[in-house]
């Protein structure tokens, strides 16, 4: 049961749920705002923690899914979204379309959908967590589940 979760977190239960994937939406009382800060409160490799990165390709919404094991090159991403620019949005612009805050952003749950690519390097690791709507929220998937819970694009990020 999620009545115990944060709204913006049972928004993304429910997201995850009606893709028909049985995932549990875990909150942690220790920060997982970052890809580091997630990985050590959970016990894992940083590798293994799907960090949620909002850009703008072309000026249009981007989200992409990266392992916290690495940074995103703007340039080999516009390449492989086929877009001439590509810029990080800001706290404002990520909230706006995510409706969750920077730390926070799952995979799902948005106000609208947003174009998603998915870090074609997560597929290393048997599950990968991902932000669930909070910086203390978080939630367990393989890396085909994340792809078809985002109906997103494997590409190289980095």
């Known amino acids: 049961m999620t009545a115990h979760l944060p709204e913006r977190s049972r928004l993304v239960a ?10 549990e939406v875990r909150e ?3 920060s997982t705002r970052t890809a580091r800060e997630a990985a050590d409160a959970l016990g894992c490799d940083v590798g ?11 000026g249009e919404p981007l989200l992409v899914m990266t392992s916290g094991a690495h940074r995103v090159d703007t340039d ?3 390449v492989e ?23 926070g952003v799952a995979p799902v749950g948005h106000p609208a959908p947003v174009r998603t690519v998915v ?13 669930a709507g909070t910086p203390h929220t978080l939630m367990p998937m393989t890396y085909d589940d994340l792809l078809h819970l985002t109906g997103g694009e494997a590409v190289r990020v980095a």
């Open 28 to 30: 942690l009382s220790a």
């Open 81 to 103: 979204v086929g877009a001439n620019t590509i810029a990080m949005a800001n706290a404002a612009r990520v909230r706006e379309v995510t409706g969750q805050a920077i730390g």
């Open 76 to 78: 080999v991403l516009a």
């Open 119 to 131: 870090d074609g390097s997560l597929a290393d690791h048997a599950v990968v967590w991902t932000a």
């Open 48 to 58: 293994a923690i799907a960090s949620s990165l909002l850009f703008l390709a072309d």
């Open 14 to 23: 429910k997201a995850v749920l009606d893709a028909g994937l049985d995932v």
